[in-house]
């Protein structure tokens, strides 16, 4: 052992025999918590594709009629730097210490028990939208095919199948997540390809495209709300500025990783792999994917999905619509039913972090502690009942369409979304001061995220500005539900941050006090464990070092 993991040891120790020491800092028993029955590959796949949802295979189709094909590709493009910034910031705290507490816990530990209250009920109130939103978008996917069943029935099954595959434990999930995120995954390096080859002339209708849909009527950029503000240039930016919004859900999920990070087996050495992957899995699925559409699909399209105002029974992915267009009959049902279970593995991600994110809260107990309660399996089943109850806000689509509901949920999940991305920012920022201020050099991390701390407060300060002018069409002109739906979340808070703080009266953590050590022993030895059994089953075949690769 190293020299400074016995500095490390005996500050624990001092830690843990304090005044100061809290108890609610340390993970939960093993029998009482979640289990580490996430593998390397399950991890590795679940972080490549549990972002890959609703976001890019169906809002992508609104980011273009809204911002035409430069303002879709140039908008997901920037706001993947910015979800690449986070991700890197929220990889270096989790390798350091990848506890069963989600981020929330690292706000509670490195800036305000109340920050981290506020982050943690955020976050949970955002999966409850978004597994919503994806159960939502799954009954607009099946509507391209039918509109003979009611769209509740559809609904009822989707939510009974995310919650069974949850209850069955996290080794069941970690395998369904891991062959869902690969057929994802495949099938969209199929259908980029796919674009690809239709753009150059592979069609039967041996049409070469080119960028004939970058140049107008069609592109580069579109027009949103010309009709309000009466110029143009304006209207441009709008249609640009509207897409980063759109981005911004899109990437909302990514995080996952903060939150499996409890459930994963030798996280020192699995979690700094899956960020530093990310950067290329941007740039290949929604960089690429975003082009791919802007080069197939005419940004006037009638056909593709608008939230808001669609039809039912729209085809609910621009890829679709890019299949229809050039006259290629039959791929188009395939590439629906490949869309149907991007939404579904999505649902299923969302529902399990949901989940995990109340437990979390439950057992530093900022929620009620019927919520830490978990049966053998290590799954916190109050919590996933509570979860999935929520889903049935998908009914709203009764008296609503899918498209209504979609924008509806979409507001809600960006503004929730930015708000969770600005507080891991803000925690990672503390937590670099924290190490500075005890004399922990970041070089000895398990992983230092590059560009810091510049990195950090760009994706603070930018994403703020999304989020302030997130609803700016709420008011061109006003309409109450989109503004609510765009600004609810900053309310509800600091409303949440403002009364924990003043009921318990916490301050902030000086950066000299911020608790680096409690429970570190603990994940240190567990480590230590696992790379013993590992060692035990000696070395592994070329095949299986190229499947870790991978």
Known sequence: ?????????????????????????????????????????????????????????????????????????????????????????????????????????????????????????????????????????????????????????????????????????????????????????????????????????????HDRIGFRYWRPPYGPLREYLLAEVHDSRLAEFLGFWNNLTMALMSYIGTELIGVTVGETENPRRNVPRAIRRMFIRILVFYVGGTFVISLTVPSNSSALFVASKSKAGAAASPFVVATTIVGIKFLNHVINAVVLIFVLS?????????????????????????????????VPWPSLILNTLVCFLTFLNASSSSSVAFGWFSSLIASFGAITWMCISYTHIAFMRALKAQGIDRNTLPYKAPFQPYASWFALIFTGIVLFFNGFSAFLPFVSSSFITSYIAIPIFFSLWVGYKVFYRTSTIPASEADLITGKREIDEEEERFLAREKLRGPRSGLQRIWDAL
């Not at 025999?17 to 028993?29: G, Q, R």
């Not at 890019?56 to 140039?74: E, Y």
């Not at 507490?101 to 209250?117: E, L, N, Q, S």
């Not at 529902?351 to 009620?368: D, F, N, Q």
Request: glycine share 12%; with cysteine.
């Open 346 to 378: 999505a649902s299923n991600s969302d529902l399990y972090i949901g989940s995990r994110t109340l437990y979390g809260l439950a057992v530093e107990r900022k929620a009620p502690r019927i919520f830490a309660k978990v049966n053998r399996a290590g």
């Open 1 to 205: 052992m190293d020299a400074h993991s016995d500095d490390t040891e005996k500050k624990s120790a001092s830690f843990e025999a304090s005044k100061d020491f809290d108890p609610v800092l340390v993970d939960p028993s093993e029998e009482l918590s979640l289990h580490r029955g996430l593998k390397a590959r399950q991890i590795s796949m679940i972080t490549l594709g549990g972002s890959l949802g609703t976001g890019l295979i169906i809002g992508s189709g609104t980011a273009l009629v809204r911002g035409g094909p430069l303002g879709l590709w140039f908008g997901y493009s920037f706001m993947g730097l910015v979800c690449y910034f986070v991700m890197i910031s929220l990889g270096e705290m989790c390798a350091y210490l990848p506890h069963k507490k989600g981020f929330a816990g690292y706000a509670t530990r490195y800036v305000d028990p109340a920050f981290g209250f506020a982050l943690g009920w955020n976050y949970v109130l955002k999966y409850f939208i978004q597994t919503t939103n994806n159960v939502n978008a799954a009954g607009a996917v099946v509507q391209y095919w039918t509109l003979s069943v009611p769209i509740e029935a559809w609904m009822v099954i989707y939510i009974a199948f995310i919650f069974l595959i949850n209850l069955l434990g996290i080794r069941v999930f970690g395998e369904f997540e891991f062959w869902f995120c690969s057929i994802k995954v495949v099938a969209l390096v199929g259908l980029i390809l796919m674009g690809l080859i239709i753009d150059l002339g592979g069609n039967p209708q």
